[in-house]
């Protein structure tokens, strides 16, 4: 489903952190989104499957959100990084997760395109991060993410191998 | 994945717009969400599959955010319904999509558990219909919906068999 792109955000999540279903790497079912840096902006493309339909030749309004979501993390991570002084891929990144996710549904997004997530921080807090998000179908903006992230809270860590 | 309930308002959408990959009974591979009454509000109850999750352990937020906009979907579809003096049952229920959601992430949410969407109509325009979602986890609210529906446009209109 992805349109692979090297390298990819998600590629330098910790291993015990890349199992997410949207963006997780090693989850054999999941989507596989990946998350790329272009200039100042975040950019990830992805066809949707068939089966990701709402009403018949549309997508399905999950699936949009789900991608905003987790292109909002790879966004939240990269900027992160950047800001840490590093460039991408000189190890892992930091994992956030979505405090609070909007997302506006402009026009009805047809089945059979790629799609293009576009993403960059609007707001930088000490701890909160704000994402907004672009989802572009054939050319036309057609949803509209604004995504709060957060770092990963200690309870949610798993033991690292 | 969902627990069966009888009747669910799923399953009185028009053949030809039930093939949502959330809720559609018709998509063979989609989620299978089924929302029923139960007194005021519409409940749903659904045990997310072991690939959906987000860091080990925990729910993925796009599943959320997709049952919380389905089942809101399901619950104008049946306020309007009863609106107009009809009973669950009647026919067919008019469709509703998603003009906007939001969701808050209250708490994780731990995988292996049957979460819990109950919600009600908080406002309702001539057109327009407030839906707020609260999902339960383990007898915990872990996140919550605000959904705003309006009846689908006549441009998403499949042509009836």
Same mark, same amino acid.
């Given at each position: 489903?992805?349109?692979?792109? $090297?390298?990819?955000?998600?590629?330098?999540?910790?291993?015990?952190?890349?199992?997410?279903?949207?963006?997780?790497?090693?989850?054999?079912?999941?989507?596989?989104?990946?998350?790329?840096?272009?200039?100042?902006?975040?950019?990830?493309?992805?066809?949707?499957?068939?089966?990701?339909?709402?009403?018949?030749?549309?997508?399905?309004?999950?699936?949009?959100?789900?991608?905003?979501?987790?292109?909002?993390?790879?966004?939240?991570?990269?900027?992160?990084?950047?800001?840490?002084?590093?460039?991408?891929?000189?190890?892992?990144?930091? $994992?956030?997760?979505?405090?609070?996710?909007?997302?506006?549904?402009?026009?009805?997004?047809?089945l059979g395109n790629?799609?293009?997530?576009?993403? $960059?921080?609007? +707001?930088?807090?000490?701890?909160?991060?704000?994402?907004?998000?672009?989802? +572009?179908?054939?050319?036309? +903006?057609?949803?509209?993410?604004?995504?709060?992230?957060?770092?990963?809270?200690?309870?949610?860590?798993?033991?690292?191998?």
């Amino acid at each position: 489903m992805p349109h692979r792109q $090297r390298p990819f955000i998600q590629q330098f999540y910790p291993d015990d952190h890349a199992w997410c279903y949207g963006c997780g790497r090693l989850n054999d079912q999941g989507l596989h989104l990946e998350s790329a840096w272009e200039g100042d902006e975040v950019v990830a493309r992805v066809t949707p499957r068939p089966e990701h339909m709402s009403i018949p030749g549309y997508v399905y309004g999950g699936l949009i959100a789900a991608l905003i979501d987790c292109h909002a993390m790879a966004t939240a991570a990269a900027h992160a990084d950047r800001l840490a002084g590093r460039h991408l891929g000189d190890g892992e990144v930091p $994992r956030y997760v979505t405090a609070a996710l909007t997302v506006d549904y402009l026009h009805p997004t047809p089945l059979g395109n790629e799609l293009v997530l576009r993403a $960059r921080v609007r +707001e930088a807090g000490r701890r909160k991060l704000v994402v907004e998000v672009a989802l +572009e179908c054939a050319g036309r +903006e057609t949803a509209r993410g604004d995504v709060v992230a957060v770092p990963i809270p200690e309870g949610m860590l798993a033991p690292r191998t």
